[in-house]
């Protein structure tokens, strides 16, 4: 296959078909996170990317602990509302109509409306670009039992999207 050199590194990362969508909940706020990955099965490690000029990074930052909620396409705008306004001037749970319930391990409020609630301690941070991944121990969590991987939310190339077909 040929292929041309691209100056535009934009258009290189376009190539990545998408990345999962999660809610994610620290201190009273809820962020909309898509730089999410798991790091490690064993011990169970999940990373999530934030920005250190956002409201959420400090909350993280002093807390040590973060709930990664996983919502559906039922709930899409409620994920606009918390990807799209600060949670230092907006109560992100009344403003996107979310239900705060308590963790099973942690202080940090999980969503009702999420399907799957992931609970984790920090345990590293690295600075990473214009990110600061937070590392975190998996130490509790939720699953509903009529979860659907089908109707979690993907986001790329600046659309919502659903999971695609299986191959």
């Known amino acids: 296959m040929k292929s041309n050199q691209i100056n535009d590194i934009s258009k290189l990362l376009s190539g990545f078909a998408g990345f999962p969508t999660v809610l994610v909940s620290c201190g009273d706020n809820i962020i909309t996170v898509t730089l999410i990955h798991i790091f490690s099965f064993s011990p169970p490690l999940i990373g999530i990317g934030i920005k250190p000029e956002r409201y959420s990074f400090g909350l993280i930052k002093q807390n040590k602990e973060f709930v990664v909620n996983i919502p559906t396409k039922e709930i899409l705008e409620a994920v606009k509302t918390c990807g ?3 949670g230092k001037d907006f109560d992100k749970f009344a403003g996107a109509n979310l239900t705060k319930i308590d963790s099973l391990s942690l202080k940090t409020k999980s969503i009702k409306e999420c399907p799957i609630n992931i609970e984790c301690q920090v345990i ?44």
């Open 124 to 167: 590293q941070e690295i600075e990473c670009g214009d990110r600061t991944w937070f590392i975190g121990r998996i130490v509790n969590g939720r699953i509903a039992p009529n979860f659907d991987v089908d109707n979690t939310i993907l986001y790329w190339q600046g659309k919502y999207r659903l999971p695609g077909k299986i191959l």
């Open 84 to 86: 799209s306004k600060s």
